[in-house]
């Protein structure tokens, strides 16, 4: 029997210093969690709905205010998904989508030297503690294994630039658009006829303006003073913001706050601030895409360069198996989802272009979301999944996704009205399609 005590014993004795190190370790993970029982729970019933693409897309019917969807199958003027695509969304590291089309340019003129060495410390000064440094670190990650930094902690800007497109870096984001100049992207945007988008803004800067933490108010009022502040304003400070924290006398203090309390709010706060980031539309995105596509964004050589920047590895698994071509931008914040992409269907050999945004999405299915890449997954079947067209189909405005082609291929019409309908060549639709649609269904 003392056996056995002493055995219980020094099992519970180990497990509950196993338990102590591991909460030690991640303290910062347990106490966040802690602090976010209500935003963790907010949404939670839609989570087991929401396992399946199926069920996201009931999610989304019901929730018309939180997600822009729009697409078109080029050749196709019929071809069109339009669902909220008009309203103005975030748009997060979309943004790096101009940014990267103005290097190109720059580059394709000879205005910029793509050979200029840049310091990666000097980068790493715009990374705020605890606000994307996961991803910062990654991209550090990549450019060593590329070659790309030297021993001298060096990388050309070229790389960089390239390096932008794999890693959605906060921190490079800033250091590029800085380096590339506030007006110098105004008169990008006036050549490219964007009227629908924002200009973008660093985000340290951003964040810096608006961190419940750094101003000590509370979020809700910090919220409804920059909604009623006049449009621009706030990036006018953003701007401000991003340079002084470079190498500003408050850069100390402010890491100090940041690294402490980091921007003091809840999930949910946090979430509806970026209610104040620059915006697009899809409808707009998709506009460009096309132009893109057709190699006529800016030029035929900006667009060739972009088109390689943006491109998906074809080692990728879901590029290998369904795409001809495929290339994208993701970026994800807490609540949002934002995508742009244009994919040539294995199938049908139809390209399609798209811009998807979730925004202001409950913080409980947004954790799911993200643990499985749930949206990006989303967004590539709804150029070569039947099912989930349709589904999209029923509750989007006119979608028509490849008519007859030059192959004559039978079709068979999904609608399910005069004014919703969806058309898919016979061979691919869900029953016969080499694809596996159980995650759909």
Known sequence: MKRALKFISVFLGTALAIFLLVYTLNKEVFTTLFDNRASLAEGSEWVEMTYSLKGLTNYIAEHPDRVSIAGKVIGNPDST???????????????????????????????????????????????LPQIGQAAHQRARRIARNEGWIDRDGQISLEDAVRLLARAKSPALSDFLLIRYGREEMNELYGRLQLTETDSPAPF????????????????????EYWLTEPAGVLAD???????????????????????????GTSFMQERDLLELFPKTTAREMVRVLTDLHHEELLSAEVSQQLLEWISHPEDDPAVRRHF??????????????????????????????????????????????????????????????????????????????????????????????????????????????????????
């Not at 590291?93 to 394709?108: E, H, K, M, Q, T």
């Not at 989007?396 to 030059?406: D, H, L, V």
Request: glycine letters at 6%.
């Open 81 to 127: 998904l339009a669902y909220h695509d008009d309203l103005p969304r975030t748009m997060g590291l979309i943004s790096n989508f101009f940014l990267l089309a103005g290097y190109a340019d720059g580059f394709a003129s000879g205005r910029i030297d793509p050979g200029e060495r840049l310091n990666w410390e000097e980068i790493t000064r715009y990374q």
């Open 204 to 223: 340290s800067g951003l964040w810096l303006s608006i961190a419940p933490s750094i101003h000590n108010l509370e979020p809700e009022v910090i919220l």
């Open 324 to 441: 001809d071509r495929y290339v994208a931008l993701f970026d994800e914040w807490v609540g949002m989802f934002a995508g742009i992409d244009i994919g040539t269907s294995r199938y049908t050999g139809d390209t399609t272009v798209q811009a998807v945004f979730f925004d202001r999405i409950h913080i409980a299915v947004w954790f799911h979301m993200s643990s499985n890449h749930m949206h990006e997954d989303f967004q590539q079947r709804l150029i070569y999944d039947p099912a989930l067209i349709e589904a999209v189909a029923r509750f989007a405005g006119r979608i028509t996704t490849p008519q007859e082609t030059a192959l004559n291929r039978p079709s068979v019409n999904i609608g399910h009205s005069a004014n919703n309908t969806a058309t898919i060549p016979l061979q691919y639709t869900a029953k016969n399609i080499a694809t596996d649609i159980s995650f759909y269904e």
């Open 237 to 263: 400070e953003a701007w401000e913001h991003a340079q002084y924290f470079s190498d500003g006398d408050d850069r100390s203090e402010w890491l100090s706050i940041l690294e402490a309390d980091r921007l």
